[in-house]
Each structure stands twice: as structure tokens, then as C-alpha cells.
């Protein structure tokens, strides 16, 4: 399985338009996701109240490639979101169980 860190940190003065879309838009496609095993978003808080991140869990790579395309190393945004990021970031790792 891979696990998949995405983070964006919002313009300043756009962290409640982005928490609506987080909220509304962002969480309920990825629970909906296809290949998706688990979803974790965090939102903001007091002493980082512009970051917020996915951890997602992912079946395989087949998976993840079929969602993002073939350039699943590039941290992909919705154009909804795009004027409400100042930037983002993306990691991927082997799951490990333990």
C-alpha cells in the first residue's frame, strides 16, 4: 500500500474559504475515492492556522495513478482551490505494518 502526505498552506486571509472547501469538497471526493483505503485530513490549528493535510492510504499504485495520473509525484489541486493556496507539498512511502 502507499501512503500519501499531501499539505497545502493557504494565502493569508483565505483559511476560511479553504476550510469550507476541505470540509465540503476535499473530504467527502477523497472518502469517495476509488482505491482510497484510509483517509486522514487534519485541519488547521492555533499554531499553524494556514496548514492543512491528507494522509491517505492508497490500495496500490495503480490505484493512485488511476486518481492522479501517470505524474502522482506532483502534489495535483482542484482549480476550485487553486486561488486559495499559497503552496503544497506531496510524499509518498511503503506502508508499513507494525
Not at 24 to 51: C, F, N, W, Y
Not at 67 to 93: M, N
Amino acid at each position: 500500500m502507499i501512503m500519501r502526505i499531501f499539505q497545502v498552506v493557504t494565502k493569508p486571509g483565505k483559511e476560511a474559504a479553504f476550510e469550507r472547501f476541505f470540509r465540503e469538497t476535499a473530504i467527502p471526493l477523497m472518502k469517495g475515492t476509488e482505491g482510497v483505503v484510509q483517509l486522514l485530513p487534519g485541519a488547521a490549528r492555533p499554531d499553524s492556522p494556514r496548514e492543512f493535510s491528507f494522509v491517505m492510504v492508497w490500495r496500490d499504485l495503480s490505484a493512485l495513478k488511476a486518481f492522479v495520473g501517470e505524474d502522482y509525484a506532483s502534489p495535483h489541486i482542484d482549480p476550485a482551490e487553486a486561488d486559495l493556496i499559497e503552496s503544497r507539498s506531496i510524499r509518498h512511502y511503503e506502508l508499513v505494518d507494525g
